[in-house]
């Protein structure tokens, strides 16, 4: 079984729905982190957590939302969804025991918005 | 900002072919890691290099770190079609919390 899973794994939505984007982990690691990767732009931090109680924007946080329901799970949320918010997003994982490179991805989910 | 830039954005090679990609900044790193990302999956961690000048070897792939510490290179020798994917270096932002940066990424495609 997967250690990072990502759910969905493709969406299409409408503009203007609400959508939600769920990950999951086996791995027992406190840190989780939310990307869009794009073409040509690489992947760039939407969110990040530390535990259940800390919660950071990253570089491009406008128009997500976060929750981490438990050290095991963390989801993202569009409030409402616009083109350009069509993307690849990864879920990743890292232990605070390694350094901030030692990061562990989900599959991704493949994001259409109409 | 600490942007790490790839080069070449494409490659297309046969089977068997060496290549080399490349991973510049104009800024001092205190590691670079190097992933490999294959269609439908998830970034895989291939590499962490942390001293200058540092040499890793993965089988056939060769990674090293510049003595300055700002730019990486990754070395394929004999490309097989497995070696197909996207390769993205990264590397961690200095006093960004513990965050990564990561390169635009290099597509390659080994052809058999």
């Known amino acids: 079984d997967a250690d990072v899973t990502q759910t969905p794994r493709n969406r299409i939505t409408k503009t203007g729905k609400r959508i939600m984007l769920e990950c999951s982990q086996t791995?027992?690691?406190?840190?989780m982190y939310w990307y869009r990767q794009d073409p040509g732009l690489g992947l760039r931090l939407i969110y990040y957590?530390?535990?259940?109680?800390?919660?950071n924007k990253g570089e491009i946080s406008d128009g997500y939302s976060v929750s981490r329901q438990a050290q095991a799970k963390f989801s993202l949320s569009l409030e409402s969804a616009i083109p350009n918010q069509t993307a690849l997003y990864f879920c990743?994982?890292?232990?605070?025991?390694?350094?901030?490179?030692?990061?562990?991805f989900g599959p991704g989910t493949r994001l259409l918005v109409l | 900002t600490q942007l790490l830039e790839q080069s070449p954005q494409f490659l297309s090679i046969q089977e068997g072919e060496n290549l080399t990609v490349y991973c510049n900044s104009s800024?001092?790193?205190?590691?670079l890691q190097w992933y490999r990302q294959e269609p439908g999956e998830g970034p895989v961690l291939l590499v962490t290099?942390?001293?200058?000048?540092e040499v890793k070897k993965l089988k056939r792939l060769t990674f090293q770190f510049g003595d300055a510490r700002k730019d990486s290179s990754l070395h394929i020798t004999a490309a097989q079609p497995g070696d197909t994917g996207l390769y993205l270096c990264?590397?961690?932002?200095?006093?960004?919390?513990?965050?990564?940066?990561f390169g635009t990424g290099t597509k390659l495609q080994v052809i058999p």
């Open positions: 990743a994982t890292r232990d605070s025991s390694r350094g901030p490179e030692t990061q562990y």
């Open positions: 800024s001092v790193f205190s590691s």
């Open positions: 791995k027992g690691h406190d840190r």
């Open positions: 990264a590397g961690p932002i200095s006093g960004g919390y513990q965050k990564v940066t």
């Open positions: 957590s530390f535990d259940v109680k800390d919660i």
């Open positions: 290099v942390v001293t200058g000048g």
